[in-house]
């Protein structure tokens, strides 16, 4: 690489002075920031007069704003309109408002910036949040004729929630409110007594006119009152306290890097902290540990790497490592859990609905998982806890949420890196909310895999059988239990071993807390499901026996399993003849109110579409439909 | 012609991704795009429902036909571009640096005569300039800026200096307000 050396004296050549510039630009730190706020707060504006003032605008792209500024029509009668150098899409051109993020970069001598205009429209509040999410210092905008307004409190929530702990209020338009010193105060204190909940570390008012310039760059010459500093001045100094390295080392491996038999590297991105050769690493979730045999980078092996760098790890023992693994050190290992508490904002048109299952990414970790429970939502008008079921689009709400497979994380407070997720509808693929996770909710949190040397694959060798689950589902007295008992009769005379799970059975012990709403229903089949695995595991042929009412858990239990090893078994009994048989007495319960929740008179049975088995136990003896499962099971070479 | 050709090439290799060098600094259409940026089974870019891009998290499941732009230098600019060419020492087409060629002076832009397939105009008369392309497009739609900088120093130096915009030179974003979206959404890159 070519990089010169800097000269001592005044540089002389083009070269010189190049070398010299980027030599000063690695000691200019990068600020990231955000410009949040009602609509029509004036933030295209503020950033267009930012950057005009500082020169920073090229003078095409003001001949293109003036030449704009000067239509039929334009919102500021022909006076030059430096929204327009931001607002880059039509449709936010001829609404005059902002849609979507735009970022913008510029630099001064003392600091460099990203700027991301985000939009104020509670429609696209998420677009919001997504600017915020990759920032560490926001602009919160307000029109001095207005004050605080729903949308401007909305954002500051947003700005908390995503670990923002810095803010400018920049009070706008002073020159509309004949630059007023009690109606900026009054402003100032009104959102200072909003926010105080939020934990903003730093809140600094500061009151503008974008449109005329006041305290944008220079000091206003209208606001004599004011002593503090503009704008840029604010940016350019505000301490954003980042220091690289204190934070516990975290690497989220990428890639598994094979290109032949000699090499095997694991790729990433530190998130944070550092790590040297020769270190001793813990890998999660496996909980495995190896020392770092080398950091590899195309310009030749590190000694050490930190937060930011790109590299790939070796290490000195064979172990194994697979994407979505997290390296940290051992004594500050991460979290690992398949419940955790997280905060969601939601940004979809189609509702959050607690049991449907998404696609969780994490870093590199990618799995279903599910909300269990909406504990409350946020109202971000006060900040008030409210009860709800479900999540509309931009709103924000504390949820529990399962995971198919355990996650490694950090709470988002510690560690933005490995304490953020988005949530993906499986069919339509959009990206539906954010996540913000607050801590794991099994008390195992913070155990490590014990590593487990005699496996499925062994126990299940010595019985000479392949193990697998048989999930029966069906209505309540369709014959689910009767024709699994069967069965584990004659696989037992086989010499087979087995393990039946009976949802009454279960209810009386494992889940005796549980009741029969669908929060409850969900957590019912969802310990069940970890049950079954655990027999499976151990080698055992397990026959589940559960009502299982709803599509998507039973795919989560499906999940659980390896391909082949889930048999779902579907007992399509109509529900005339169940309530006819009526082998508990329930349906005439149900029928006279005496239970509520009860499965196909007041809560919903969703038939499976695809099982692998459909008996119908109206027309035939338990006793043939046994010999069809059994049949099955030898087709899959499972007996 | 750039967007059709791409759209067949895309299409008929059934590619998930493509990657792209557009930068977020270079137009204002572009300052709105993400850097995995989903396009329909059509190629189209839709500005209006682009997935969110929350902090390093990308979101790049798509059904069969449809595809991603990928962008992963949205966030430099061009004076970043430059300056990592000078430091890796990365060999760059000769438009690029000033020296003497011939050029026309059309609506307002230099356009380069490089040979016989660029219809001159009767009035038009080429003469020598000292000239260097900052921008490569299609030809004869980008036009040259006058200038002396001859190596990667002083192309650096002249970017610090200008008061003039990467894309002056691009006649494609000056058809009429707004035409670069219209491109992107049609399949441009």
Redesign the interface.
């Given at each position: 690489?070519?990089?010169l050396s800097v000269v001592e004296t005044e540089p002389q050549?083009?070269?010189e002075?190049?070398a010299a510039?980027?030599a000063a630009?690695e000691d200019r730190g990068l600020l990231r920031f955000l410009t949040c706020g009602s609509v029509d707060d004036g933030k295209s504006t503020l950033i267009g007069r930012l950057l005009y003032d500082s020169s920073l605008v090229?003078?095409?792209?003001i001949h293109t704003v003036e030449h704009?500024s000067r239509r039929p029509g334009a919102a500021r009668g022909g006076a030059l309109d430096l929204s327009l150098?931001?607002?880059?899409?039509?449709?936010e051109?001829e609404q005059k408002i902002t849609?979507?993020?735009?970022?913008?970069?510029f630099s001064t001598p003392r600091r460099k910036f990203?700027v991301a205009d985000t939009p104020g429209h509670v429609q696209y509040t998420?677009?919001m949040?997504?600017g915020a999410?990759?920032c560490d210092f926001a602009v919160l905008l307000v029109d001095a004729r207005s004050g605080v307004l729903t949308q401007t409190r909305r954002h500051a929530c947003i700005l908390s929630l995503l670990g923002i702990k810095k803010v400018a209020l920049a009070v706008n338009k002073m020159d509309l409110v004949d630059f007023d010193p009690a109606r900026f105060e009054a402003i100032a204190d009104d959102f200072a007594n909003f926010a105080a909940p939020l934990g903003f570390e730093l809140i600094t008012a500061i009151p503008v006119s974008a449109l005329k310039g006041d305290n944008v760059i220079s000091p206003s010459a209208h606001m004599h009152w004011y002593h503090g500093p503009t704008l840029l001045g604010h940016l350019e100094t505000v301490d954003i306290g980042r220091t690289p390295g204190e934070q516990p080392f975290r690497f989220p491996v990428q890639w598994v890097n094979r290109p032949h038999l000699d090499f095997r590297g694991y790729a990433g991105t530190v998130a944070s902290g550092i790590v040297r050769r020769g270190d001793e690493v813990v890998i999660s979730p496996s909980g495995r540990r190896a020392h770092v045999a080398r950091i590899v980078t195309a310009d030749g092996d590190l000694e050490a790497a930190q937060e930011g760098d790109a590299v790939t790890l070796t290490f000195a023992e064979e172990v194994d490592v697979s994407r979505g693994d997290l390296i940290a050190l051992p004594g500050s290992a991460p979290s690992i859990a398949d419940q955790i508490a997280a905060k969601l904002i939601w940004?979809d048109d189609e509702p959050m609905l607690p049991g449907r299952a998404y696609?969780l990414?994490?870093?590199p970790q990618t799995t279903t998982a599910t909300v269990s429970n909406l504990k409350h939502k946020l109202n971000v008008d006060n900040l008030d806890h409210v009860a709800g079921k479900t999540l509309e689009l931009n709103e924000v709400g504390s949820c529990n949420i399962s995971t198919a497979r355990a996650l490694v994380f950090d709470p988002y407070a510690e560690n933005?890196?490995t304490g953020?997720?988005?949530l993906?509808d499986r069919f339509t693929?959009?990206?539906v909310a954010?996540g913000m996770i607050e801590f794991g909710l099994r008390r195992a949190t913070n155990i490590q895999w014990q590593e487990l040397f005699i496996d499925k694959a062994a126990r299940a060798g010595l019985k000479e059988q392949r193990p697998c689950v048989l999930w029966f589902t069906g209505l309540s007295g369709a014959g689910k239990s009767t024709i699994a008992n069967t069965l584990e009769k004659r696989l037992h005379a086989m010499g087979r071993h087995t393990y039946m799970l009976d949802g009454d059975n279960i209810r009386h012990g494992l889940n005796k807390d549980l009741g029969f709403t669908d929060a409850d229903r969900v957590e019912n089949i969802r310990r069940v499901a970890e049950a079954a695995r655990l027999f499976v595991d151990a080698g055992l042929i397990v026959m589940v026996s559960f009502i299982s009412p709803f599509r998507s858990e039973r795919r989560m239990a499906r999940d659980l399993f390896q391909e082949g090893e889930f048999i779902e078994v579907y007992i399509d009994t109509p529900l005339e003849v169940c309530e006819e048989r009526d082998p508990k007495g329930l349906y005439r319960k149900a029928r006279a109110g005496l239970i509520t929740n009860f499965t196909g008179i007041d809560s919903l049975y969703e038939p499976p579409e695809n099982a692998e088995l459909k008996l119908d136990t109206s027309k035939t003896t338990p006793e043939t439909l046994a010999e069809a499962v059994l049949k099955e099971l030898r087709n899959r070479h499972v007996i | 012609m750039k967007t059709e050709a791409l759209k067949q090439a895309l299409a008929s290799h059934g590619f998930d991704a493509a990657f792209g060098g557009a930068r977020r600094d270079e137009e204002k259409s572009r300052a709105k795009e993400r850097v995995f940026s989903f396009r329909n089974v059509s190629h189209n870019w839709d500005p209006k429902r682009q997935r969110p891009e929350l902090w390093h998290l990308a979101n790049t499941k798509i059904r069969p036909g449809e595809s991603m732009r990928v962008f992963p230098l949205s966030n430099w600019t061009e004076l970043d571009v430059w300056t990592y060419i000078h430091l890796e020492d990365i060999p760059v087409v000769p438009l690029y640096f000033a020296a003497d060629r011939p050029v026309i002076e059309r609506g307002g832009m230099l356009i380069m005569v490089d040979d016989a397939r660029l219809p001159i105009d009767p009035g038009e008369k080429p003469e020598m300039m000292r000239v260097r392309f900052r921008t490569l497009g299609c030809y004869p739609l980008t036009g040259a800026i006058k200038s002396d900088a001859a190596t990667v120093p002083e192309i650096i130096e002249e970017l610090v200096e200008t008061r003039y915009s990467e894309r002056q030179g691009r006649v494609i974003d000056h058809d009429q307000s707004g035409s670069m979206e219209k491109k992107k959404q049609e399949g441009y890159f």
């Open positions: 690489m070519a990089r050549t083009a070269a002075r190049v510039r980027i630009e090229y003078e095409d792209q704009e150098l931001i607002d880059g899409l039509q449709a051109r849609i979507d993020v735009a970022y913008r970069y990203v998420r677009n949040a997504t999410s990759n940004f696609t990414k994490c870093g933005v890196d953020s997720f988005i993906i693929n959009a990206t954010a | -």
